[in-house]
């Protein structure tokens, strides 16, 4: 899933125009953005903006990887991304063994 905070209709326009494969939520009030620390001041509320960042959040909602960028114009590897989507699917591969030998 992906969060903006950009206005609805820009948003929904550039689904429609681009099938993207994953849902993504408005945050139109930026609550999510400033929850996850990832909204900037840059000095008037107009200017505000979100850093880019990503976050690999578990089944059981903790925090897997994170990412936030210290600018507008820097971004994870999609390598990097792909090899801790790995991890992640590696971890939860090994809890569920676990709970199927009984030893958790």
């Known amino acids: ?14 689904i429609e125009d ?3 494969p994953f849902d993504i939520l408005i ?8 929850i996850y620390g990832v ?6 509320d107009a200017w505000n ?11 059981d ?5 994170a990412f936030v960028a210290g600018s507008q114009s820097e971004f994870p590897e999609h390598e990097a991304i792909l090899g801790e989507l790995k991890k992640v699917a590696r971890g939860r591969a090994e809890r ?3 709970t199927v030998d009984g030893t958790v």
């Open 1 to 14: 899933m992906a969060v903006v905070a950009q206005r609805s209709e820009k948003v929904k326009r550039y």
């Open 61 to 65: 909602r903790t925090i897997r990887y």
């Open 49 to 59: 903006i979100a850093r880019p960042a990503v976050f690999l959040i578990d089944t």
């Open 39 to 44: 909204w900037h001041r840059v000095g008037f």
């Open 27 to 34: 945050d139109d009030s930026r609550d999510v953005m400033k």
């Open 18 to 20: 681009t099938g993207l």
């Open 96 to 98: 569920d063994q676990e």
